[in-house]
């Protein structure tokens, strides 16, 4: 009897157990000028993005003066992780830049990165980190990752 109370005991103690919490989103440093900043990802999704959070309201706002290189700091568990960062930049003559890939890293070969753009007086206007998700299409040069995450430094002119 005493055996059969211990084992109701262990079950119900099992089935009593609250389910795992979720760990919060990781953030990102961003180093603009020795004052360092995090930011929550915009964009949140499982690995495999399947259930996926965005909220621009986590997109940061700061003012970096032309010329000034940003460094990028990611977590562990983002570093471990194929991550990427992109940017936007206006060169000093006023010409609109596309987005683009400036860096792209394997898992757990980097956790930071300093972005500028080429040249001399151009303007950052966007700097974005993207953490691969555990999903690849098709693209025009062949398999590509979807993001699972993203972080965003939207730049207001220093």
Known sequence: MRKLLVLVLLVLAGC?????????????????????????PFLYCDVKVE????????????????????KVTVPKDVADTPWSVVIQYRTAAGEQKAPVTVATFSPGKET???????????????????????????????????????????VQAG
């Open 16 to 40: 009593s157990s609250a389910p795992e919490k979720e760990p919060p989103p990781p953030h990102v440093d961003f180093l603009i000028a020795g004052k360092k900043t995090a930011a929550k």
């Open 51 to 70: 259930n996926c959070k965005r909220d621009n309201t986590a997109m940061l706002k700061l003012p970096v003066p032309p010329g000034t290189p940003v």
């Open 112 to 154: 930071s990165f300093e972005a500028l753009p080429p040249g001399e007086g151009d303007q950052l206007q966007t700097l974005e980190v993207k953490q691969a998700g555990g999903v690849l299409v098709q693209g025009d040069a062949g398999p590509e990752a979807v993001t699972r995450a993203a972080w965003s430094l939207q």
